[in-house]
């Protein structure tokens, strides 16, 4: 492998990092449009032009290589500008989820070592930035405010709105982005993605530029992204499917990105009606919506053609519905996770609608998936066992956690996932369980053990365990099981309330039940499957 190529297959070579991908497809399709945001159009050639003018206002103030940049903002043309500079000026890239509190962001900004923050000013009824009062971490230089908001002014904040920022560029060198992008390798780190993990805390995903741009182009194969393609992008920036299976999928196809901020079945359903998307991933719980929506007929979305859903269970009816009543010719599901990039296997848009709602498809070229029992040993077809992955795009390792790296990768570069599955005769992939106690809240990975260690400073909570419970519509949502404090009134509507005010609206938990006290093990450890049948 060189430094600026990949190798995808025999025939094909692509670009090596993030950053030479813009550059080919500027060069490739410069005047077809890449993003359409709000009555804004960027075409391929405009997008390398402003990504490098991001990238030299980030040395201007004096980001340097592999420092880490961070962007907490919804699904807006800003994001993909500040992550491709980013990228650009050989630095790492680091999402955070736009649901977080104020705590959660600054935690994994302190943890990240980030110097600078892009960041939503007004968003679903905040702005952004003063969550980060009285708790920013003192690593973080610059606050850049995307789309000023409506509580103060970056000016007297002391924080830079996007056209200043944008202007201090202007007296750095064009080729000292040019210097800073030859740098780079396939092997360089991408982006560290935070992820939950059993201990309560989230852990950062290394990526690196090669295996990303490698992996999907092979997933934009299967599914059938092309060129010319109108991809509207739900699935938040911040997750792998809507950044890796979202615009850097859509790049390397020469696809035009949509980007849609929050999730409303009426304002999808008259985009793609409007824009005539063609190309459209997401949660099950997406597509539940916007068949159950009453004006469903009353709009024309014939464009649509194609679409990928998963992250949770699949019923046959919906593949069926989707590609009857939604008139989706094109339906498929995929399974990954952040430590192997997004995706490991994905289903062929020609298999039955048993396979695609009952499997998750066989595994990307170059990975390779087994399922093993307790002891390790691979387990026959048919059998359920742990799902392990190991190929190109497995995680460079946890961000300065070398010990759960070793935990997660075996010295044989077998990624651990913590899932229970099935591989059949075919080696199609169906999903049956979780080693981990992690559950799926309309498409977002929730962890028992960071809800837990949410709700733990609760003045009235003595012992809380979380589990997941089924929802119709959801999936699955969160279950708190209290043992409450000596003489505590606490109710349910009351811890509701309380959890909605200090973490991510999915991790929230739906249900409440209070306990006299936890079921434990011999271990004294909180038996989770006895409490999921009380």
Same mark, same amino acid.
């Not at 399709?29 to 709000?38: G, K, L, Y």
């Not at 043309?77 to 680091?94: K, P, R």
């Not at 708790?135 to 103060?152: A, D, K, N, S």
């Not at 075919?426 to 709700?455: C, H, Q, S």
């Given at each position: ?51 490098? @003018? ?6 201007? =103030? ?11 903002? /919804? ?21 955070? +989820? ?12 302190? !943890? ?19 969550? %980060?009062?009285?708790? &920013?971490?003192?690593? %973080? ?21 996007? +056209? ?5 560029? !202007? ?29 309560? &805390? /989230? ?10 741009? !490698? ?20 699935? /938040? ?6 950044? =890796?299976?979202?615009?850097?999928? #859509? ?22 009606? &409007? ?13 539940? @919506? ?35 009543? %939604? ?27 048993? @396979? ?42 946890? *961000? ?34 979780? %080693? =981990?106690?992690? *559950? ?7 962890? /028992? #053990? ?33 043992? &409450? ?7 349910? =509507? ?10 991510? +609206? ?29």
């Amino acid at each position: 492998m060189s430094s600026n190529t990949v190798s995808a297959s025999a025939s094909t070579t692509l670009p090596a990092t993030l950053p030479a991908l813009i550059r080919q497809a500027a060069a490739q399709f410069p005047q077809r449009t890449a993003v359409v945001d709000e009555g804004l159009t960027i075409s391929y050639a405009e997008l390398l032009s402003a990504s490098e @003018t991001v990238a030299r206002s980030l040395i201007a =103030k004096g980001v340097q290589a592999g420092d880490r940049v961070a962007i907490w903002a /919804p699904n807006v043309h800003e994001w993909i500008l500040a992550a491709c500079g980013t990228h650009a000026a050989g630095a790492v890239l680091v999402p955070l +989820n736009t649901r977080m509190k104020g705590a959660e962001a600054a935690d994994i900004l302190g !943890r990240s070592g980030a110097r600078v923050l892009f960041c939503i000013g007004d968003f679903l009824g905040q702005y952004y930035p003063s969550l %980060l009062m009285d708790q &920013r971490p003192v690593t %973080l230089e610059h606050i850049v405010v995307l789309r000023e908001g409506f509580r103060e002014s970056p000016a007297q904040s002391g924080d830079l709105c996007w +056209n200043d920022f944008l202007a201090t560029g !202007r007296a750095v060198d064009r080729q000292r982005v040019l210097e800073r992008e030859q740098a780079l390798s396939a092997d360089s780190t991408a982006d560290l993605m935070f992820t939950s993990g059993t201990t309560g &805390r /989230p852990k950062g995903v290394m990526a690196a530029h090669g295996p990303t741009i !490698r992996a999907f182009y092979a997933w934009s194969e299967v599914v059938g992204l092309g060129e010319g393609d109108r991809y509207l992008i739900v699935n /938040p920036f911040f997750h792998t499917f809507g950044y =890796k299976a979202g615009w850097v999928a #859509a790049f390397i196809r020469g696809a035009t990105v949509y980007p849609e901020q929050v999730f409303d079945a009426e304002k999808v359903l008259t985009r793609i009606q &409007r824009d005539r998307i063609s190309f459209m991933p997401g949660p099950p719980t997406l597509f539940l @919506t916007m068949l159950g929506h009453p004006g469903l007929k009353d709009f024309d979305i014939s464009s649509l053609r194609a679409t990928v859903t998963g992250a949770a269970t699949v019923p046959p009816v919906l593949i069926a519905r989707m590609r009857d009543e %939604l008139g989706i010719a094109s339906v498929t599901t995929a399974y990954g996770l952040t430590e192997c990039g997004g995706c490991a296997t994905v289903c062929d848009p020609g298999d039955s609608v048993e @396979t695609v709602a009952g499997t998750c498809g066989r595994a990307l070229p170059g990975t390779e998936v087994c399922c093993v029992d307790e002891q390790g040993a691979r387990v026959p077809a048919g059998q359920p066992g742990e799902v392990l992955l190991r190929g190109y795009h497995v995680m460079q390792g946890y *961000f300065e956690d070398p010990k759960a790296t070793a935990e997660a990768i075996d010295a044989d570069g077998w990624l651990h996932t913590g899932d229970v599955g099935v591989l059949d005769e075919r080696g199609y992939l169906r999903i049956t369980d979780r %080693l =981990k106690d992690m *559950f799926i809240v309309g498409g977002f990975n929730v962890y /028992p #053990a960071e809800v837990e260690r949410l709700l733990s400073p609760h003045p009235d909570i003595a012992q809380v365990a979380v589990i997941g419970v089924p929802d119709e519509r959801m999936g699955e949502v969160g279950c708190a099981c209290v043992v &409450r404090r000596s003489g505590s009134t606490l109710t349910e =509507k009351e811890l509701v309330a309380w959890a909605r005010d200090n973490m991510a +609206n999915y991790k929230v938990p739906r249900q409440v039940r209070f306990l006299e006290s936890l079921p434990v093990n011999a271990s004294n450890k909180v038996d989770k499957k006895r409490l999921r049948v009380i």
